[in-house]
C-alpha cells in the first residue's frame, strides 16, 4: 500500500516527537511548577516566530500553491498579543525578547518563504502540531493557571475553524494533492525542510531551559 503525502511527512519527523516531548522547559510546565511569567517565556518565543509565519502568510495569500495553505483563521499573532498581554500586560512588548534559536527560526521561515514547498513544510510543522497536542497543553494550562478565553491561552483557541478534525482531514488532503504535483526530487527536498523545522523549533523548547533552572 502506497503512502500517503502527509504521512511520509508525518513519519519524517514522527521519532523525534518523544524526545521533544520530554524537553525540561514543557515538562516543567506541564507539572505546574513554572510561574506565569516563566510560561510566557514561551509565549514569547511564539509570537516571534508567528509573526514572521503569518507575514509569509499574507504575502503569499495569492500564490497558486501556497496560497492553498493560507487560512487566515489561522492567524495567530493577534492571539499570541492577548495572551502576552494577559500575562505581563500592557507593557508586554518591552518585556520580551526572540532567544538565538528564535532569530535562527524566524532567519529561515524569511529565507524559504519565496519557495511555496518551504513556507508549507513550516506552516504545516507549526500549525498541525497545535491543532493536536496543542490542544492538550491548552487544557492543562487552564487548569494551571486558570486562563479563559480572551487572553492567556488564546493561541491554541481555533473557534473560526469550528470542526478541528474536519480541517485537519482537510489540510492532509491538500498535503496529498500537493505530494501529487512534486516530482521525487522536490518531495525530498520538502521532506528534509519538514525535519529541519521541527529541529529548528525543538531547539526554541531546549534554550527555555534556563527558565527551569531558574525555577528549580
Not at 532567544?99 to 506552516?123: C, F, M, N
Not at 480541517?167 to 525535519?195: C, H, N, P
Request: net charge negative; charged share 25%.
Amino acid at each position: 500500500m502506497t503512502t500517503s503525502f502527509s504521512e511520509t511527512l508525518r513519519n519524517a519527523t514522527w521519532a523525534d516527537h518523544e524526545s521533544a516531548e520530554s524537553e525540561g522547559y514543557l515538562s516543567a510546565l506541564m507539572g505546574g511548577r513554572l510561574s506565569e511569567h516563566e510560561y510566557g517565556e514561551m509565549v514569547a518565543q511564539h509570537y516571534f516566530a508567528y509573526a514572521a509565519l503569518d507575514g509569509a502568510s499574507r504575502d503569499l495569500a495569492g500564490h497558486p500553491v501556497a496560497g492553498r495553505f493560507v487560512f487566515p483563521e489561522l492567524y495567530r499573532e493577534r492571539a499570541l498579543e492577548r495572551d502576552l498581554t494577559t500575562i505581563y500586560g500592557p507593557d508586554w512588548r518591552d518585556r520580551i525578547t526572540p532567544s538565538k534559536s528564535t532569530r535562527t527560526l524566524v532567519a529561515r521561515i524569511e529565507q524559504v518563504s519565496d519557495w511555496p514547498g518551504g513556507y508549507v513544510a513550516h506552516h504545516y510543522t507549526r500549525y498541525l502540531g497545535d491543532l493536536s497536542g496543542g490542544q492538550f497543553i491548552r487544557m492543562e494550562l487552564q487548569k494551571i493557571y486558570g486562563y479563559a478565553k480572551g487572553g492567556g491561552v488564546d493561541f491554541y483557541i481555533f473557534d473560526e475553524l469550528g470542526s478541528l478534525p474536519r480541517f485537519k482531514t482537510e489540510y492532509r488532503s491538500r498535503l496529498d494533492g500537493l505530494g501529487q504535483e512534486l516530482d521525487d526530487r522536490e518531495q525530498q527536498r520538502m521532506i528534509a525542510e519538514v525535519k529541519l523545522a521541527y529541529q529548528l523549533n525543538t531547539e526554541v523548547l531546549a534554550e527555555l531551559r534556563h527558565v527551569v533552572k531558574t525555577a528549580a
